[in-house]
């Protein structure tokens, strides 16, 4: 169960991994509908994150999806849509207000052999730029439109050597943004890779990619990325080492290097990498990341740490997340979960610090109705001032599925 927030974004991330889903095994063939209905009703102050706070939203939102799916050895063939309608009253409304909303949209049809693949996909999807932005944009405000297309092919991946070729096509619109840095753009993406097994644990992995951004009223950036890595595989898992050097119109040269491993422990995982990203103006900066999942008696706990590093609006900006989560199964029909969640972005312009609390219930009513309710917190820090947000929700979940 999740919390509040990705309540509104929930149909649009189900509905993408539909489609991105790769060809599903024999036994699971044939065609498929599922339809999807959820109930979920939301209470909290200052949902928008605003300085000074914008005070009580309550929310009722009613959650369709539709997703249908065709399955043969050789090939599988998915469509998925969903929708909200929404009844809200709020700082923003005038009284209760009424609107139906298109989230997700997406397409994908998927061939797969043994030793080749080829799929193509296309999405769309729609919502708040609070939502689809990441956590540096939580507090922003307007509608933000993406959807693309992409082609992908693969050969030799059974063989010594396997080659692949993506191609893609993305556009992001905003509508009434509080950002004025938030402006259409389009995005072109084409790459080539392959890997080369020298022997059954070492394995090298090369690819050069390029891009080209165009933003509306704005420059064209291109963008030129070589990458070249080893993998070696262990008794206990793998390690790994990847070089990567890029070019582009806003940054200049960026070369990263960064080394991991990964070990399979008894209950759970284990996986950390750390390295070195540079550009002549700006100098070097520490990446990295480290995931660890460990399962327990009645449940699971993981922690995810990472450093990224990223150029834009001509500046560098460092990002930092932690992630802690803990699951207890409470009986073989409910359980809790308490996150917690701290992201940091730095950057010359702006330092933005913001930190989650959750927690919640999910029960399983039947075999195919789920009840979930919780609590969040989010405590922000930013240019604009300090703002804080709690909320509740509750929410009823049901699913149907058909075979013909």
């Known amino acids: 169960m999740v919390l509040p927030r990705p309540f509104r974004t929930a149909t649009i991330v189900a509905a993408a991994a539909v489609a991105a889903t790769p060809a599903a095994p024999q036994d699971e063939g044939g065609r498929r509908i599922v339809i999807g209905v959820g109930q979920s009703f939301e209470a909290g102050r200052n949902l928008g994150l ?64 043994p030793n080749a693949l080829f799929a193509v996909a296309a999405r769309a999807r729609r919502g708040d730029v609070s939502d689809l932005g990441g956590p540096a944009d939580a507090d922003e405000e307007g509608t933000q439109t993406d959807y693309g297309v992409e082609v992908r092919f693969e050969t030799g991946r059974t063989g010594p050597a396997s080659f692949s070729a993506r191609a ?11 950002d004025p840095t938030l402006v259409d753009t389009q995005t072109l993406t084409l790459a080539l890779g392959t890997r080369l097994r020298f022997s059954p644990v070492l394995t090298g992995i090369g690819g050069v990619g390029f891009a080209r951004e165009d933003e509306d009223g704005g420059d064209r950036i291109d963008t030129t990325t070589v990458t070249l890595g080893l993998e070696h595989a262990l008794r206990s898992g793998s390690a790994s080492a990847t070089l ?9 040269e960026r070369i990263s290097f960064e080394v991991g491993r990964a070990l399979e422990l008894p209950a759970g995982s284990l996986s950390a990498r750390i390295g070195v990203s540079a550009t002549e103006e700006a100098g070097a900066d520490i990446i990295g990341g480290v995931d660890w999942l460990q399962r327990l008696p009645d449940g699971s706990i993981g922690v995810s740490l990472s450093r990224s590093v990223s150029f834009d609006d001509d500046e560098t900006t460092v990002d930092t997340g932690l992630a802690v989560d803990w699951t207890r199964e409470l009986d073989p029909v409910s359980s809790i979960r308490l996150n917690a969640e701290y992201f940091l972005s730095d950057a010359p312009s702006e330092r933005i610090e913001q930190t989650t609390l959750g927690a919640t219930y999910s029960h399983t009513l039947t075999r195919d109705w789920q009840l979930g309710g919780g609590v969040r917190y989010i405590l922000r820090d930013d240019a604009d001032g300090r703002a804080e947000s709690p909320s509740v929700f509750l929410s009823l979940d049901r699913s149907f599925a058909f075979r013909f």
């Open 50 to 113: 605003e300085v000074p706070d914008e005070g009580d939203t309550v929310r009722a939102t009613t959650r369709l999806s539709f997703g249908l799916s065709t399955a043969t050895p050789l090939d599988r063939f998915e469509f998925a849509a969903a929708g909200d309608f929404r009844a809200e009253d709020g700082p923003g409304t005038s009284g209760t207000e009424l609107s139906f909303s298109l989230p997700s949209l997406a397409l994908g049809y998927t061939r797969e052999v």
């Open 244 to 252: 990567t050097w890029s070019s582009a119109d806003d940054e200049g």
């Open 168 to 178: 893609a096509y993305d556009v992001s619109e905003y509508e009434d943004a509080s």
